[in-house]
């Protein structure tokens, strides 16, 4: 009964690659986030979105690109993998736009090789 | 650009210990105050939060923050650390000028001897 939850958790994939990443909350957020760790365990917001609509899109190349098919989801693609992106990726979800408490997938960690 | 500061990266205590981690942000306004843990290949999971009201804010398995609006900190504290503490420890700020996103500081990693 995860309140949010990704899938895969684990990605090993080429540079040059394709590859996508997906993100559920079960627990009617209207607000939803990715966010980057790196290989220091620093955090970094990449994109939020509130009821399916784009309200953070930070400094992040656009060979990563969100989707949100319902507020429900948020999916994560990135194209042309390379091997900077290899980090840990959080999706979160906090009730309202205005609400900071976020709750926090398992994570996704991508291994660009 | 507001910031989070998180002072001790490493901190080795021993069981019963008491702990004391520091955290102080760069934000004039108001704003949201959390600590997260994530626990050794586990996702973050919220501490505790501060929104308004009392300073002095209770979280889940004895931890407890103080809010020092003056000081612009929010420090973590247990009286006695167990070696079940052992995690790396994130302060995070969330500003609404920022859309809300929560803003990490670089975090501390805790191991607690037994």
């Known amino acids: 009964d995860t309140a949010v939850s990704q899938t895969p958790k684990y990605l090993v994939t080429q540079m040059g690659n394709d590859k996508s990443i997906k993100c559920e909350q079960n627990?009617?957020?209207?607000?939803m986030y990715w966010y980057k760790q790196d290989s220091k365990k620093f955090l970094k917001i990449m994109f939020s979105?509130?009821?399916?609509?784009?309200?953070i899109n930070e400094t992040v190349p656009n060979r990563f690109s969100p989707k949100s098919p319902d507020k429900a989801h948020l999916n994560l693609h990135i194209n042309s993998l390379e091997l900077g992106d290899s980090a840990v990726y959080f999706c979160?979800?906090?009730?309202?736009?205005?609400?900071?408490?976020?709750?926090f997938g398992p994570g996704t960690r991508l291994t660009v090789t | 650009a507001q910031s989070v500061s998180q002072h001790n990266h490493h901190v080795i205590l021993s069981e019963a210990a008491s702990l004391e981690l520091g955290c102080n942000y760069s934000?004039?306004?108001?704003?949201?105050l959390f600590w997260y843990v994530q626990y050794p290949g586990q996702h973050l999971q919220l501490l505790l939060k501060?929104?308004?009201?009392?300073?002095l804010v209770k979280g889940i398995k004895g931890f407890e923050a103080e809010f020092i609006k003056s000081k612009f900190s929010f420090n973590l504290r247990k009286p006695s650390v167990q070696w079940s503490d052992t995690a790396e420890y994130f302060c995070?700020?969330?500003?609404?000028?920022?859309?809300?996103?929560?803003?990490f500081g670089k975090g501390t990693s805790l191991l607690v001897t037994p």
């Open positions: 979160a979800s906090s009730q309202s736009y205005a609400r900071g408490e976020q709750y």
């Open positions: 627990l009617g957020h209207d607000t």
């Open positions: 979105y509130n009821n399916k609509e784009l309200i």
């Open positions: 934000y004039g306004g108001t704003v949201n």
């Open positions: 501060y929104f308004s009201g009392d300073p």
């Open positions: 995070a700020v969330n500003i609404p000028n920022s859309g809300y996103a929560l803003n």
